[in-house]
């Protein structure tokens, strides 16, 4: 299966600002990248990078007034459903390797001990492992309402238990805070995911928010925001929450016009 992904910014800055784009596929996807192209307006330096997580980054400045920039790819994929077995189970935390441990705290937006008393109310009886992940996500699915523009920056898993309402960012801060709440080792993971095999939602393509859970010795994909297996998904980052693997930060005054996405499944 073949796949394109790729996103556009429209920017206007008053003054020349640095950022940073994380927007291409992770070196260590499950994919492989068949073509790739950046084109920018005014062109501009990209300079790559790998950083603490693992993820794919560019730096760049932003020059004074109005700019575009634009990244296009081709990946190939083996087109099959997320990974499934629900006999996984939980790893005691004397078990998990040294770098889970830091997939197990609590986080600037995903503060795992706040969300505690909660988690255990709700998903302490539930039998732990596969089934209590699962749960936890039909819960966020069931129980928070999907509703763009209901959250900001700003947001945690905190607030969206609050209001029970948040994007697919937020479902996914609330699911791993609850995960963690059981010393389950949980990553936010964002990327491209297309429409395939799916009922068409009739919004515009985004960039996709879910979590990787750390069972029976492996790393597992949830999707709390779709709440189903799904084929074709393109990983960009993986980090504790959002804040780890933004899709554009700058460091000054930058105005975002408009942003579009897309991922689709092409031919050949």
């Known amino acids: 299966m073949r796949v394109r992904v790729g996103c556009e910014f429209v920017h206007t800055v008053e003054n020349d600002t640095h950022a940073i784009l994380q927007v291409e596929p992770r070196p260590d996807g499950d994919f492989s990248l068949v073509?790739?192209?950046?084109?920018?307006?005014?062109?501009?330096?990209?300079?790559?990078?790998?950083?603490?997580?693992?993820?794919?980054?560019?730096?760049?400045?932003?020059?004074?007034?109005?700019?575009?920039?634009a990244y296009d790819a081709i990946v190939e994929l083996d087109g099959e459903l997320d990974p499934f077995d629900p006999t996984a189970g939980e790893v005691p935390a004397h078990e998990l390797p040294n770098e889970a441990f830091v997939y197990a705290l609590p986080s600037r937006y995903c503060p795992a001990d706040q969300v505690a008393d909660m988690a255990w109310k709700l998903f302490g009886s539930v039998e732990p492992g596969w089934t209590r992940v699962q749960t936890i996500c039909d819960?966020?699915?069931?129980?928070?309402?999907?509703?763009?523009?209901?959250?900001d920056v700003s947001t945690s898993a905190v607030d969206v238990l609050a209001s029970r309402t948040g994007v697919c960012r937020d479902l996914a801060h609330l699911a791993v805070a609850f995960c963690r709440a059981f010393t389950i080792p949980t990553k936010y993971v964002f990327g491209y995911l297309p429409e395939i095999d799916v009922a068409p939602t009739g919004e515009?393509?985004?960039?996709?928010?879910?979590?990787?859970?750390?069972?029976?010795?492996?790393?597992?994909?949830?999707?709390?925001r779709n709440n189903e297996r799904r084929r074709g998904r393109v990983l960009i980052g993986r980090g504790r929450d959002a804040l780890d693997v933004a899709m554009i930060t700058t460091f000054g005054g930058a105005e975002l016009e408009t942003m579009s996405v897309w991922a689709e499944q092409v031919e050949g």
């Open 35 to 69: 073509s790739a192209q950046w084109s920018a307006e005014p062109e501009v330096e990209l300079a790559a990078y790998v950083d603490g997580y693992g993820n794919r980054c560019r730096r760049l400045t932003l020059s004074r007034g109005r700019s575009r920039l």
């Open 139 to 151: 819960w966020i699915h069931d129980e928070i309402d999907y509703l763009a523009g209901s959250s």
């Open 204 to 224: 515009p393509i985004d960039f996709c928010a879910w979590i990787e859970v750390y069972l029976d010795g492996r790393w597992w994909t949830f999707d709390p």
